[in-house]
């Protein structure tokens, strides 16, 4: 064997600097999205606003018909970068994809876009803090223990709540999942389901956004608490937490029959 591994007093210190290494490491990428948001709020809340979309628009609408699809490669690299970094416009760039791609396409590339980048803050903070906190979860006992089990009994409800309720901040449904510690497939076959009714909002409003540019306005994204449009969404809201509600109303008429026998 060699001295290091021989002698205790040189022994423990590679370890405690390997070891340090990929402690730093695993917090790095969260670290970068929070440093990012941080500077982008500051930064770019000037650049990504309609205004700046009207004051381009035809540049945007030349270039989509000289290269339809570089301009696709490049709004998509856009809106991933916002979700990622949870920079604001998120709600410019959707409009922005239904003004210039039309109502299905621009959906589409939406939904894509979105969950790629919910992918991509959802990974960085498992490998950060979500792996730390996930395994307080996991040892803690008592209430949170019993939070964490009704939360993966009913793991797929929720997670299309959180994305359904359009109270619900985009970035909170990102970062909340990766901290409890969900099935990565769960959250990403939900997110993409669970943005497509405001997408399809948002994408609507943008392929309209040309006449309103042209009377002078701006987008009125308002249109989302029309009752015509919120109602469906809550009705979704409904079904998604209808499991949740079977299941609780179940387990206390169990509950009544155990006490009553």
């Known amino acids: 064997m ?28 969260l670290i970068a999205v929070v440093a990012v948001a941080l500077i982008g709020a ?25 290269n339809y699809l570089g301009l696709v490669a490049l709004f998509m690299g856009i809106y991933i970068v916002i979700v990622v970094f ?4 998120a709600a410019v760039a959707s409009v922005t994809g239904g003004f210039l791609f ?23 903070a498992r490998m950060g803090l979500g792996a ?21 009994e009913n793991e ?4 299309l709540l959180l994305r359904l309720v359009p109270a619900v901040p985009f970035f909170v449904a990102n970062l909340l999942p990766a901290l409890v510690g969900v099935k990565f497939r769960n959250f990403l076959w939900t997110t ?7 997408a399809i909002v948002f994408t609507w409003i943008g392929v309209g956004v040309g006449s309103v540019f042209d009377r002078g306005g701006d987008p009125d994204l ?30 206390n008429l169990r509950g009544q029959a155990k006490k009553d026998s």
């Open 42 to 66: 500051v930064v770019l809340k000037d650049y990504l606003t309609f205004d700046t979309l009207r004051d381009n628009r035809e540049a945007l609408m030349a270039f989509r018909d000289q």
């Open 86 to 89: 949870s920079l604001p416009g």
């Open 192 to 198: 993409a389901a669970g943005i497509i009714p405001g």
């Open 156 to 159: 797929v409800e929720v997670l």
């Open 132 to 152: 730390w906190l996930t395994a307080k979860i996991e040892a803690a006992e008592g209430r949170v223990q019993m939070l964490k089990q009704a939360l993966r």
């Open 102 to 124: 039309g109502l299905v396409s621009g959906t589409a590339f939406n939904v894509v876009s979105a969950t790629i980048g919910a992918a991509g803050i959802f990974l960085a």
């Open 222 to 251: 308002s249109l989302l608490w029309e009752p015509h449009v919120i109602g469906p969404i809550l009705g979704l809201c409904v079904l998604a937490a209808m499991p949740i509600i079977v299941k609780a109303v179940r387990g």
């Open 2 to 29: 060699s001295d290091m591994t021989e002698t205790p007093e040189t022994g423990p210190q590679p370890k405690e600097q390997d070891g340090a290494k990929p402690g730093l490491a695993r917090h790095l990428p």
